[in-house]
């Protein structure tokens, strides 16, 4: 088993945590991998600051066996309330679960598996953050040879926002997020498979309205 520890967020201030101020919950989606189960967990520690301290676990489980093949855990000091607690709040481009569900605000759920690098494997986008007026950010996972999830550190450092649009004929992911008032910022990644690298190849102020 191989643990992922990614520090996103802390509070700066020392915590004492009881059980008034400490929420958990916990989620199972049977429903999102060919291969995989996921269950997700988050253990939110309510401060007087105007951020909670979340820490959000994310298990890998075989679909035949429901052997836990890996854990991924991500810690965040601002996640809505919702976050992770309601469990419909997910998508998958692989079994097609809400992927007619309208992503308001740019948020595409909690835990999504697409193919983000086209190698027709099974990847993993996981909110970190509520975000700001552009929606929330994500921490994103390939599936390596051997079956065990990496995260992609240009997407997760550079994109950080989910595509608006996969293609897989060219290759790239589009973001679309707002850049004022009145107009989106568009920006296209393509992926090389030879050298196995992302770049822009475009970004561009788009008015909102069209």
Same mark, same amino acid.
């Given at each position: ?9 802390? /509070? /700066? ?86 992927? @007619? ?66 293609? *897989? *004929?060219? *290759?790239?992911? /589009? ?11 568009? /920006? ?18 788009? @008015?909102?309205?069209?």
């Amino acid at each position: 088993m191989i643990i992922l520890l990614v520090m996103i967020a802390c /509070t /700066t201030k020392p915590v004492r945590v009881n059980k008034q101020n400490m929420q958990s919950a916990n989620c199972i989606h049977n429903d999102l991998s060919q291969i995989f189960d996921f269950q997700t967990k988050i253990n939110r520690i309510k401060t007087q600051n105007p951020w909670d301290s979340c820490v959000i676990s994310v298990l890998i489980l075989n679909k035949l066996t429901h052997k836990q093949l890996q854990e991924i855990v991500l810690t965040s000091n601002y996640l809505f309330d919702d976050c992770f607690i309601e469990c419909n709040n997910v998508r998958s481009f692989i079994t097609n679960k809400n992927i @007619d569900s309208l992503a308001v605000d740019n948020d595409f759920g909690d835990l999504i598996v697409c193919d983000l690098n086209f190698d027709l494997k099974e990847d993993l986008a996981i909110k970190n953050s509520s975000g700001g007026n552009g929606g929330p950010t994500y921490n994103f996972y390939n599936l390596n040879k051997f079956d065990q999830f990496e995260m992609d550190k240009y997407l997760t450092d550079s994109m950080r926002f989910f595509p608006l649009l996969i293609d *897989k *004929k060219s *290759k790239t992911l /589009t973001t679309n997020v707002h850049a004022n008032a009145y107009q989106y910022l568009s /920006t296209d990644y393509v992926f090389n498979i030879e050298l196995n690298e992302w770049k822009i190849i475009d970004s561009k102020l788009v @008015d909102a309205n069209k």
